[in-house]
């Protein structure tokens, strides 16, 4: 199976810290597409963005921003000015055909 | 509101015993599909539907069964669970996969126990 990794498992940072979640691929895909998710403590699943593989530009939303490469097959989120309410599991996924693969998941702590 | 609605929140049942687990959509979505999440292995999909009477394995697909007889609803069926079921189901839906609109929307999350 074409993997996704994450291979930050926990993260634990203090607020207004800038933090870097990485996201690794695989794929023999031409055409797939890319995203990032949010689970709170609350249990559900948000989403974040979507990237398909032919638009290479980075995007900024706020305070969060998203490096595609790939070159390297990558696809890193990044948090300026953490926030408490940033506190959460961050999937990466990648579409395969019909399917849609995630990453194991990375636990973002903003510390006070 | 727009959502996908899934029964039961929570379930605790014993090996062997037949269960449903019910996954509704408002939205008209052609997608939808079944995942589990467990402790260090993030989602994996179990199976996915393209649209009413299509359904395909994912990647965890063992011990599972779905229907997709109505556009709407995507139930996911262990005919006789077993303790390593036990997980955090999710099912999803998007319009379509591997197209524009494929962000997936997810239910609230189904708790299942299996003793």
């Known amino acids: 199976a074409q993997k996704v990794t994450q291979a930050q498992t926990e993260i634990s940072v203090v607020e207004k810290e800038d933090v870097t979640l990485d996201c690794v691929y695989e794929?023999?895909?031409?055409?797939?597409?890319l995203f990032w998710y949010k689970q709170p403590p609350s249990g559900e699943l948000v989403f974040l963005i979507r990237?398909?593989?032919?638009?290479?530009q980075n995007e900024i939303s706020g305070r969060y921003s998203w490096n595609f490469q790939k070159s390297t097959s990558s696809f890193n989120f990044t948090i300026t000015a953490s926030q408490v309410v940033d506190s959460a599991v961050y999937f990466c996924?990648?579409?395969?055909?019909?399917?849609?693969?995630f990453g194991e998941g990375t636990q973002l702590t903003v510390n006070p | 509101e727009a959502q996908v609605t899934q029964n039961p929140r929570y379930l605790i049942t014993v090996t062997g015993k037949k269960l449903t687990v019910t996954c509704s959509q408002n939205?008209?979505?052609?997608?939808m599909s079944w995942y589990r999440q467990d402790p260090g292995l993030g989602l994996r999909q179990i199976y996915y539907?393209?649209?009413?009477?299509?359904?395909d394995k994912g990647d965890v697909p063992e011990g599972y069964k779905v229907s997709r007889k109505e556009k709407r609803n995507f139930p996911l069926i262990l005919e006789s669970p077993s303790p390593n079921q036990t997980s955090l189901y999710f099912c999803?839906?998007?319009?379509?996969?591997?197209?524009?609109?494929?962000?997936?929307?997810f239910g609230p999350g189904t708790r299942l126990t299996v003793l």
């Open positions: 999803a839906s998007s319009l379509v996969v591997g197209g524009p609109y494929n962000e997936q929307f």
């Open positions: 794929t023999r895909d031409t055409t797939y597409y």
């Open positions: 990237r398909n593989s032919f638009d290479e």
């Open positions: 996924a990648r579409t395969s055909g019909s399917r849609l693969t």
């Open positions: 939205m008209n979505h052609e997608y």
């Open positions: 539907s393209m649209n009413v009477e299509v359904t």
